[in-house]
């Protein structure tokens, strides 16, 4: 017996020493640390003397024998005095994160002309959820990208934003006018973004069929030149997780 237990001592022990760390800026590519400290220290090095940049891994999650960080950088004045930061792993859970893979809280809200919606509505097919306001430059931005998505798609997806702004207090429909966006559009939602623990906009759910959140991502994708990726362009994250949602099943 003892030497059974042992042997499963040992066992767990190699098990534990094969695990791994990867980190991803949540795409399709992963790096190990060393590249995470070589793009910290090429983009610390483009910044000015008065900022610093900070390498926070916001979410972690396990598959097979590998941990993998979510990575992302950000960009911070430095107070006075403050000696430039060294490369470090800042590990902070974005609570969000931890809805992924979980049947997404349901929901019922107004259109802006008052009908109500309910995210029962939405099962039966995938649905991309966009998290937008009105004070958001990069959300305004990125509707004429997202627009041409649900042209692309049209009914084999829902494609619902979702706005904690007021269809009146905040004249929503005089504020779209001039706004390429196709988009359900659904509004005042501030309880219920909050509820999701989102922070930072625009913040784009992606959903399977069934309600189950699978992905989640921030500004629809930029090249390095910060031109938006086309939607025929093979390294665009959201085509890639579109044609995965719509064709799981067939």
């Excluded at 910290?40 to 941990?67: N, V």
């Excluded at 029962?120 to 990069?138: D, H, Q, R, S, V």
């Excluded at 906009?201 to 992905?215: A, C, H, Q, S, T």
Aim: with cysteine; proline share 3%.
């Amino acid at each position: 017996m003892k030497i059974i237990v042992l042997m499963l001592l040992v066992f767990l022990s190699q098990k534990g020493f094969s695990q791994k760390n990867v980190y991803t800026f949540n795409d399709d590519s992963f790096f190990n640390e060393a590249d995470i400290k070589k793009s910290f220290e090429a983009m610390k090095k483009s910044l000015g003397p008065s900022f610093e940049l900070t390498t926070l891994i916001y979410h972690k999650s396990i598959k097979s024998d590998t941990f993998i960080n979510y990575v992302s950088f950000g960009i911070r004045k430095k107070k006075s005095g403050q000696e430039t930061s060294d490369f470090r792993l800042v590990y902070e859970q974005d609570s969000t994160y931890l809805l992924l893979n979980h049947k997404l809280p349901g929901f019922k809200l107004k259109e802006l002309d008052g009908n109500e919606i309910s995210s029962n509505e939405l099962l039966g097919k995938p649905t991309l959820i966009n998290f937008w306001a009105t004070l958001c430059g990069p959300c305004i931005a990125e509707m004429p990208q997202l627009s041409m998505l649900k042209e692309m798609y049209k009914d084999k997806m829902n494609f619902i934003s979702i706005t904690e702004d007021n269809a009146v207090d905040d004249n929503l429909k005089d504020f779209l006018k001039d706004k390429d966006f196709n988009f359900q559009v659904l509004e005042s939602a501030g309880s219920y973004k909050r509820e999701l623990k989102i922070k930072a906009i625009p913040k784009n759910l992606f959903l399977d069929k069934n309600g189950v959140l699978r992905y989640i991502q921030g500004n629809y994708p930029v090249a390095q030149n910060s031109i938006p990726l086309g939607i025929d362009d093979k390294n665009n994250a959201f085509i890639k997780i579109i044609e995965e949602l719509i064709n799981e099943g067939k």
